[in-house]
């Protein structure tokens, strides 16, 4: 885990400051990867965000609703870029049709994560970032679709592990320059 210190709701302003500046200073795109569009999708509106709450029959934390409403309808972030809450499309692009998490909420078949769980990005190959909507502050999942063997009597749960107490920890581990996956194996299984 980082030394970092301990972020409340009271460094949200700051943090939000620090994510803005690296999704729009920046360009959007994470120089070394460069897997991310040119910039950020614009911010949605109240109206639009509560629409799409209504899709996943869930609010979002308040953190996510302003970073949606107040930096952008995703594009940007760790990872691969949070995925946005309104379908997008690219053209021209290599991947045409940015990842939705309302489209990712509402096609869950088999064995997916629970349904109060809100799909933030991919982590490559079958590693997936979700958020809890409804535990307390909103901890950040990993799962490994492939982490887990049937033959060995394991379930889905056990490609399950929590990345980070909190969404806003998450964040503040990206936007201090640190590595989620870092903080993440970091967690206790």
Not at 26 to 39: E, F, H, N, S, T
Not at 91 to 114: F, K, L, M, N, S
Not at 118 to 137: H, N, P, Q
Not at 165 to 188: F, I, M, N
């Amino acid at each position: 885990m980082t030394d970092a210190p301990h972020r409340t709701a009271s460094d949200d302003d700051m943090l939000l400051e620090r994510l803005h500046s690296l999704a729009w200073g920046a360009g959007g795109v994470i120089p070394a990867r460069g897997l991310l569009p040119d910039k950020p999708f614009p911010p949605l509106t109240i109206a639009e965000v509560e629409r799409a709450e209504q899709h996943l029959g869930y609010r979002l934390p308040q953190l996510l609703r302003r970073i949606y409403t107040e930096i952008g309808d995703g594009g940007f972030g760790p990872e691969g870029g949070l995925a946005s809450l309104t379908p997008r499309h690219i053209p021209h692009w290599y991947v045409p049709d940015w990842p939705c998490a309302t489209t990712i909420h509402a096609q869950r078949a088999g064995w997916e994560p629970p349904a109060s769980w809100l799909f933030l990005t991919g982590g490559g190959c079958t590693m997936e970032w979700y958020i809890s909507l409804i535990a307390v502050d909103h901890p950040v999942l990993l799962w490994d679709a492939d982490g887990w063997e049937p033959e060995r009597g394991q379930d889905p749960h056990d490609g399950l592990r929590y990345a980070a107490p909190s969404l806003r920890q998450w964040l503040w581990t990206w936007a201090d320059g640190g590595d989620v996956w870092d903080e993440a194996l970091a967690q206790p299984e």
